[in-house]
């Protein structure tokens, strides 16, 4: 049965979309059978996977709204190894809509159960906010996996998070736990990055990931190309940390 995991953190531009998909891939590369879900309006994921978000018959609103099942939704993407449920501008509505209806932060959850033995992992792509759709992701979720930067305000940021998690570990999803901490866009060269990182192992311990995601700009190039940079270019530095990084998330879900 898979593992589902939202990558997040309210904070935009930190990385969460990067991660999602080059786990995925990453995951995929190491024989993991993996969904990718884009949960954010904007797309980055769908289309950072080589899937074209404006084309998609049906994509994760659907699946909210229940006018498709997960299975109808779903795509493969063959050269990145994993499948994915796109997202695009519609899911924007989705907050508006889902509001009246019942089960509103359950829908997501529900549905991953149908195909859930297809899978050795789920990661969900959460959008920047707090919202409805985070929440769908959040309640739906075994764990969640925070990328995150070594910068001055890193650890205030996280606050906001962590309290979200407690909320919706005690109201709607007793399974719910931070798996980790993310260090990602790493520049060892900054010593106030080598600081913060140490203040979050001094904080966090083992919350916090051995691996770390480099700076590295075939990693932001990737995008642009419709592939995460495990596909696009997978002797980057960046993309060698991402596999190792998958190789530490199949250790860690052994010990769940
Ligand atoms: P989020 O999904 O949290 O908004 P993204 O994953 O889209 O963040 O990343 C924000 C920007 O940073 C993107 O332009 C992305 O290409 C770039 N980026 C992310 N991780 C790295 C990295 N390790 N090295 C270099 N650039 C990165
Ligand atoms: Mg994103």
Not at 221 to 237: H, M, T
């Amino acid at each position: 049965m898979a593992k589902i995991f939202c990558i997040a953190n309210q904070k935009g531009g930190v990385g969460k979309t990067t991660t999602t998909v080059n786990l995925a891939a990453g995951l995929a590369k190491v024989g993991q059978r993996v969904l990718l879900v884009d949960l954010d309006p904007q797309g980055n994921a769908t289309m950072g996977s080589g899937v074209d978000k404006r084309e998609l018959e049906n994509t994760v609103y659907d699946v909210l709204l229940e006018s498709a099942t997960l299975a109808e939704a779903r795509v493969r993407s063959e050269r990145c190894g994993y499948d994915v449920v796109g997202a695009n501008r519609e899911l924007a509505g989705a907050e508006v809509e889902l509001v009246g209806l019942e089960r509103r932060e359950k829908r997501l959850k529900q549905a991953l159960a149908t195909v859930a033995a297809d899978y050795d992992f789920v990661l969900i792509d959460c959008p920047p906010s707090l919202s409805l759709l985070t929440l769908n992701g959040l309640c739906a979720a075994h764990g969640v996996v925070v990328p995150m930067q070594c910068e001055y305000f890193a650890l205030e940021g996280l606050s906001d998070l962590v309290n979200t998690i407690k909320q919706v570990h005690a109201n709607l999803n007793p399974d719910l736990k931070i798996i980790g901490l993310l260090r990602v866009m790493f520049d060892a060269r900054i010593t106030l990055q080598q600081q913060v990182s140490e203040q979050l192992k001094a904080h966090f311990g083992e919350k916090v990931f051995d691996t770390v995601i480099p700076r590295n700009v075939r990693l932001a190039e990737a995008p642009s190309y419709g592939l995460p940079g495990v596909v696009f270019d997978p002797a980057a530095r960046g993309s060698q940390a991402f596999v190792e990084f998958a190789n530490e998330m199949v250790g860690r879900i052994k010990r769940m």
